[in-house]
Every structure is written in C-alpha cells, then in structure tokens.
C-alpha cells in the first residue's frame, strides 16, 4: 500500500524535474534508488523464507 502513495509524490517529482529542472535524469534518480530498495526487499524477504523452509525441514528430519 505504500506504493500507492508514492506513485503520485513520485508523479510529481519527476514532473518538475522535466518541466522546470529541464532534466529527466534528475527525476529517474529517485525512481531507480526506490524500485531497487523494494527489490532488495524483497529478494530479502524471500531468501528468509526459503531459509525458514530449509529450518523447518530440517527439524523435522531431526524430529523423526
């Protein structure tokens, strides 16, 4: 939900960076750093949960 959010600042952003700034790197900046912090994210979260799968197997092997 917070991408909902940031879509219209984002929006904004990056039409004053083309409009007055006359820059349209000025605005991408911004939008590279925040899809590449989600995307670490959630590459994060899922190499968590495959190390909580792994976790579980394994108690379960020492389970039986």
Known sequence: MVLVGLVPVYAVVLAY??????????????????????????????????ADGVHRLADQRDRD
């Open 17 to 50: 960076a083309v409009f007055v700034q006359g820059s349209a790197l000025l605005g991408l900046f911004p939008g590279l750093v925040v899809a590449g912090a989600y995307f670490l994210w959630r590459l994060l979260a899922a190499l968590e949960a495959i």
